[in-house]
């Protein structure tokens, strides 16, 4: 007996076939798995999704799997934000989600073995969902096109080991010292000592990089007790490097959880100490691989010079990508490490765009504005949407800065949530890169979002006002 036809909305996407053979051959290679995570990314960063027994994801590449498409809509609690009555005021409809190609890998971690992929949630017409971050990336990316310009792009992320217990206060608290026992609290930024007292938990990582395949190339020290840093890869696919600081951040704190700490991304979990960011490095190669940013000189090129530009004019339209919580704006401080205005400068880390020094070839734009808890697909996305601006309308970004400059904030740019979501609002260019609809939905969540927090009165408040 002939089998129905399936209605060609619900026909696997022609990219299906090869991540049916990715998983083919996974499953072939490690017979021990026993559950695949199909996931996506929400507009926070956060990863959701299902497991399933491994013998029964086959499912996935001739059907897909149903989601709702509130699943990208939800506060950074897991809460649905119902944007524009989408989630409970239109019933929470389902979408269709299909495997990515390039996505699958094992899940490190201590339970049972099992598998991991990023999905696509599609519409009957094939057409992703307009809040999903990936497709907003993919979208920005193609601009590049073109131009005959392909983006070689490496993320960093700075985070927090904390220890799990919280002081009587609830608050968060450097761990404890591995080796002495005692509270860490000095800085000691690049102590190779420290990397020694945390051997086993960047053991433990290097570990998790390589089973989840995530290109981690370094760790580092960072500027306060118990901050650390992790540097990617670069990669000449722009999505890829968004997977791979999402993965990243995911193996970051199951590494902490095996070695008796927790990690966090927030951006300013101390008041009085350095803030976490998400650095992309940024360079554009030609259709022969030459780096067109470079013309012998540490400054860079004309194109370069463009590209900063760009970067400066979208800046306050995209703070609210780059900054998505009340809590963000605590890290643009002075003397912080944090930018404060859109200056630029070579070799100088108190612009918030650093040509970093080096050789010719890896010349290239470090993007310092976004803080760790920006969803990497966003933030990737507004710098390339900065990027292009810039170049096609060859834009003068001015002199680069000299000395310090991290002391004179640019009143021009949002530094509140509330004033970010506004300047989003009323953005002229990036709707033209992510697209309106995508903007508009991540900026009635993240309205709702902090409307919700507003409602909180803290300790603080009746400490200073009962």
């Known amino acids: 007996m002939n089998k129905p036809e399936r209605p060609s909305g619900f026909a696997p996407p022609a990219f299906v076939a090869a991540a049916k053979r990715e998983f083919d051959a996974l499953r072939k290679s490690r017979p021990d798995l026993q559950h695949v995570d199909a996931v996506v990314t929400d507009l926070n960063g956060v990863l959701r999704g299902k497991r399933m027994p491994v013998a029964e994801a086959g499912k996935l590449f001739e059907s897909g799997m149903q989601l709702p498409h509130s699943v990208y809509l939800m506060d950074v609690h897991g809460e649905m934000a119902n944007p524009f009555g989408r989630?409970?005021?239109?019933?929470?409809?389902?979408?269709?989600?299909?495997?990515?190609?390039?996505?699958?890998?094992?899940?490190?971690?201590?339970?049972?073995?099992?598998?991991?992929?990023?999905?696509?949630?599609?519409?009957?017409?094939?057409?992703?969902?307009?809040?999903?971050?990936?497709?907003?990336?993919?979208?920005?990316?193609e601009k590049f096109g073109a131009l005959k310009l392909t983006p070689v792009c490496a993320l960093e992320l700075e985070f927090y080991l904390i220890d799990p217990e919280r002081t009587v206060e609830g608050l968060p608290q450097p761990p404890l010292d591995p080796r002495s026992g005692a509270r860490e609290s000095i800085a000691s930024v690049y102590g190779i000592d420290d990397l020694d007292r945390y051997r086993e938990f960047l053991a433990t990582l290097d570990k998790a990089a390589r089973a989840q395949g995530v290109p981690v190339s370094a760790a580092s020290k960072e500027y306060a007790p118990g901050q650390f840093e992790a540097n990617l890869r670069h990669q000449n696919d722009a999505r890829a490097a968004a997977d791979h600081a999402i993965f990243l951040k995911q193996i970051v704190k199951a590494a902490a959880r095996a070695c008796g700490f927790e990690a966090t991304f927030m951006a300013k979990p101390y008041a009085d100490r350095a803030g976490t960011g998400l650095h992309i490095h940024l360079s554009l190669v030609d259709a022969n691989g030459r780096n067109v940013f470079d013309d012998g000189s540490q400054a860079g090129s004309e194109m370069l010079r463009h590209a900063i530009g760009g970067l400066q004019a979208l800046?306050?339209?995209?703070?609210?990508?780059?900054?998505?919580?009340?809590?963000?704006?605590?890290?643009?401080?002075?003397?912080?490490?944090?930018?404060?205005?859109?200056?630029?400068?070579?070799?100088?880390?108190?612009?918030?765009?650093?040509?970093?020094v080096g050789p010719g070839e890896a010349r290239r734009v470090e993007h310092r504005v976004a803080g760790a808890d920006a969803n990497p697909y966003f933030a990737l996305a507004a710098v390339l949407a900065g990027v292009h601006h810039g170049v096609t309308h060859t834009l003068d970004p001015g002199a680069p800065a000299e000395g310090n400059v991290s002391r004179d904030p640019d009143l021009s740019l949002p530094f509140a949530i509330e004033d970010a979501l506004a300047r989003l609002e009323q953005a002229k260019v990036l709707p033209h890169y992510l697209g309106e609809q995508t903007l508009a939905l991540y900026r009635e969540t993240k309205r709702i979002e902090t409307q919700r927090f507003r409602r909180i009165i803290t300790a603080a408040e009746y400490a200073w006002y009962l």
């Not at 598998?115 to 969902?129: C, E, F």
Request: glycine share 10%; hydrophobic share 40%; aromatic share 8%.
């Open 87 to 141: 989630g409970f005021g239109d019933g929470d409809p389902d979408g269709t989600a299909w495997p990515i190609p390039g996505t699958l890998s094992t899940v490190w971690d201590e339970g049972a073995p099992r598998a991991q992929m990023l999905m696509t949630l599609r519409d009957n017409a094939g057409v992703p969902d307009p809040a999903e971050p990936r497709a907003a990336l993919e979208r920005t990316l």
């Open 315 to 356: 800046m306050a339209e995209s703070m609210a990508l780059f900054a998505p919580s009340v809590n963000s704006y605590r890290r643009f401080q002075p003397d912080m490490f944090a930018p404060v205005n859109r200056r630029w400068g070579v070799n100088n880390r108190s612009a918030g765009l650093r040509i970093p």
